[in-house]
């Protein structure tokens, strides 16, 4: 959470100061935010390690389970710095205008990471230790990738120890712009710890079957997320350069490739979910379980395209608040509530504590809820008087 909000500050103030060509600003924001992410990791360390216990009891973790599901979370916060450096500087790095690097390198750590997944586990028999140390070894070479190549633009971010020194102008709006965000993550992290519960309640297969998805969702996710971050930094870039004129036409092209995109991509999760879902279990049972989860959420991913662009498009111009109550609002006054009326609802001999289903229909409609109000808002305007750089008044163009 305190990752993503540095990133989100940090990536919108590199974008519009790269577009203004304030050099001083642009390398003072990256180095404040190098020694934000250093700060925050530590005490994500020295909280989360201690309390790991504590946080599985909170979800439910079945007994069964408890002892591998604790192990797995303390060597991820011991690597947690691994994980924050890639965020930020991937972040810095889009803010640049580079979406491409980025992009390979998380590519080519999930690649590591499946080796390694198989190699750790599978090969020398290290369990679920084995997989978090894959996970954090996957995440220290996309960070350190991202790193070296952010080292390699010394002509455009000229780094040294005094852009490292926390300056309270620059803190303070990496703070201002990605505390939204952050506090966005947060919530639903926690109204996440009530849908976990729920899921746990309905059993091992459900359980099962839901990391599977999750696991789909998340690779599904990815065009989404990289159009939104593309046009994030194309807007806070040239409102930087004061250029409405390109933030106007992107905006429409991009909002055409995202959605093309989608309509392929639920075409195919449609067509071919149960073999994505035969990937992670052989168990019939949650085969034809998980299929008819990802059938329930296949046409969600439209909506999930026009929530990410038209969230993008204000976090990149700087108007970072209304993403963080819309989430707010989809997470924890329609997910949550309908995920367990649902399940209350579909109670039977067969499913005491409701049908599985619930679970994924009450996502799909938060993700549809999310889409009409980010389009709403974006309407609205407002984002257009946000930007960190101030510029003569300009005529706006059609909205």
């Known amino acids: 959470v305190l990752f993503m909000a540095v990133a989100t500050g940090v990536g919108i ?45 909170l979800t439910n973790t079945p ?12 060597i991820i916060l011991y690597g947690i710095l691994f994980t924050g450096y890639y965020n930020i500087v991937s972040g810095i790095l889009r803010g640049l205008g580079n979406t491409i690097f980025p992009l390979i390198a998380l590519l080519l750590a999930s690649l590591l990471n499946t080796v390694l997944d198989i190699w750790f586990v599978a090969g020398l028999g290290m369990g ?67 849908v976990q519960s729920l899921t746990n309640s309905m ?30 930094t194309f807007v806070g870039q040239n409102i930087g350069a004061n250029r409405m004129d390109r933030v106007e036409q992107g905006i429409k092209d991009v909002l055409k490739i995202s959605l093309t995109t989608s309509v392929t991509l639920v075409c195919l999760l449609l067509l071919f979910g149960s073999n994505l879902i035969r990937m992670f279990t052989t168990t019939e049972s ?18 999930v395209a026009i929530t990410q662009v038209f969230g993008s498009i204000m976090r990149g111009a700087g108007d970072t608040m209304p993403s963080m109550w819309i989430s707010l609002f989809t997470t ?44 709403l808002w974006y309407r609205r305007g407002a984002w257009r008087t946000k930007s960190l750089v101030r510029h003569k008044p300009v005529a706006e163009v059609g909205s």
Request: include cysteine; proline fraction near 4%; charge should be positive.
């Open 63 to 74: 007994p069964e389970t408890f002892d591998m599901a604790r192990s797995y979370l303390v």
């Open 286 to 303: 949650i085969v034809i379980l998980g299929t008819r989860q990802i059938r329930i959420l296949a046409v969600g991913y439209i909506a």
């Open 128 to 194: 679920v230790a084995g997989a978090a140390i894959a996970t954090i070894i996957s995440q220290a070479v996309s960070a350190v990738m991202c790193i070296v190549k952010l080292w390699r633009m010394r002509e455009t971010v000229h780094m040294n120890v005094r852009a490292l020194i926390p300056e309270k102008k620059y803190i303070g709006q990496i703070l201002r712009l990605g505390l939204p965000a952050g506090a966005t993550q947060a919530l639903f992290s926690m109204a996440m710890v009530f």
């Open 332 to 375: 924890v006054c329609v997910r949550v509530p309908v995920a367990y009326l649902m399940a209350y609802l579909t109670r039977s001999e067969a499913n005491p504590n409701g049908a599985p289903e619930s679970i994924f229909f009450s996502l799909l409609i938060s993700w549809v809820t999310g889409a009409v109000i980010n389009y």
């Open 13 to 57: 103030m590199v974008a519009q100061y790269y577009g203004a060509k304030d050099q001083e600003s642009l390398t003072k924001s990256v180095g404040n935010a190098m020694t934000a992410v250093f700060v925050s990791g530590l005490a994500i360390m020295a909280i989360g390690i201690p309390l790991a216990s504590s946080l599985l009891r």
């Open 203 to 232: 059993g091992y297969q459900m359980v099962t079957c839901t990391t599977a998805v999750m696991r789909i969702d998340g690779f599904a996710m990815l065009p989404n997320f990289t159009f939104g971050m593309a046009i994030a």
